[in-house]
């Protein structure tokens, strides 16, 4: 789905611009969720061990649940939230199910971040993070890098179309949730503060 183009007129011309390929970031306020039960629950998954080095340098990453085997401190979250809101995403044909979900929680705190990566892998189709916990001060935006591989071999269109800038950040905010492709690359940006940043990274398939 494609914005619908500008017209810029001169005085002999009509310039139609068009804008191709965007690339959709679905960011939705919830605000039906106890966000202190869950970073209790996150708190309690990281006393209990485990946990895994993914992206994160620094910082605790849980391992990963699924529908498929339990998403157990997770299943709370899901519950109510996505049939809610995948329906009405502008996909032709539209989301009807979520066929499974994989899912994990991840800790910042001063000095942590996550590198720079996507979630493309086979049968995935969207990803999501949502912000339990966060905490005053710059705690690490998160940063999303424009997908257009070829954009960074033309100076002259990436230094006067986009101002020759490849990235969008975004300020987390508690009981706030994006949504998006897997194929958007993204990172964290280092946490400023001390406190914690407690967010649910999660992937979909979807039919
Ligand atoms: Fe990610």
């Not at 068009?18 to 969720?33: A, G, M, N, R, V």
Request: aromatic share 12%; with cysteine.
């Amino acid at each position: 789905m494609d914005l619908q183009p500008d017209i810029i007129k001169t005085d002999r011309y009509n310039i139609c611009h068009q804008h191709l390929f965007q690339t959709p970031l679905f960011e939705i306020q919830t605000d039906h969720i106890d966000n202190e039960e869950l970073s209790n629950l996150i708190y309690k998954m990281r006393e209990d061990g485990g946990g895994e080095v993914k992206s994160n340098y620094g910082g605790w990453h849980s391992e990963t649940k699924s529908s498929e085997t339990g998403l157990d401190e997770f299943e709370g979250f899901f519950e109510n939230t996505l049939d809610k809101i995948l329906p009405h995403l502008p996909f032709n044909p539209p989301i009807q199910n979520v066929i499974e979900i994989g899912a994990w929680a991840m800790i910042n705190n001063k000095g942590n971040y996550n590198i720079l990566h996507n979630h493309i892998s086979n049968n995935l189709d969207l990803s999501g993070v949502y912000y339990v916990k966060v905490p005053e001060g710059d705690c690490g935006s998160i940063s999303f890098r424009d997908p257009r591989g070829s954009v960074y071999g033309n100076d002259f269109f990436f230094d006067r179309f986009c101002q020759k800038d490849a990235y969008r950040n975004r300020f987390p905010i508690e009981g706030l949730l994006y949504l998006f492709p897997t194929f958007l690359e993204h990172c964290v940006l280092p946490s400023q503060v001390d406190g914690d940043r407690i967010a649910i990274s999660f992937n979909l398939t979807l039919s």
